[in-house]
């Protein structure tokens, strides 16, 4: 089983930088696939960036390309996501969540962390 605490949210201004983290612990942190998701309110949730077990092969968003950069340090059990040129849209709650490389669904999920953008 995996554990996995965000931390990092807050309220920022438009065109400011945050970066979130995601600490896993209780399974092999290097065998999985991350990904962060976000959830606005009256929203679908929606993934907007992932990451292979080797960090070689990353996935982003249409509406983050360029602004956010998912990483990890898998020495650590670490990832993270670093959010710059922040918009209001990208106001929701951001959960981190992992899944075995050979599965489509994200089997673990956090607890969320809020992130408000103001205008």
């Known amino acids: 089983q995996v554990q996995l605490v965000e931390s990092g949210g807050g309220l920022v201004q438009a065109g400011g930088s945050l970066r979130l983290s995601c600490a896993a612990s209780?399974?092999?942190?290097?065998?999985?696939?991350m990904g962060w998701f976000r959830q606005a309110p009256g929203k679908e949730r929606e993934r907007v960036a992932s990451?292979?077990?080797?960090?070689?092969?990353?996935y982003y968003a249409d509406s983050v390309k360029g602004r956010f950069t998912m990483s990890r340090d898998n020495a650590k059990n670490t990832v993270y996501l670093q959010m710059t040129s922040l918009k209001p849209e990208d106001t929701a709650v951001y959960y981190c969540?992992?899944?075995?490389?050979?599965?489509?669904?994200?089997?673990?999920w956090g607890q969320g962390t809020q992130v408000t953008v103001s205008s």
């Open positions: 990451i292979s077990w080797s960090g070689g092969s990353t």
């Open positions: 209780g399974g092999t942190f290097r065998s999985y696939v």
């Open positions: 969540a992992a899944r075995g490389a050979s599965r489509t669904i994200y089997d673990y």
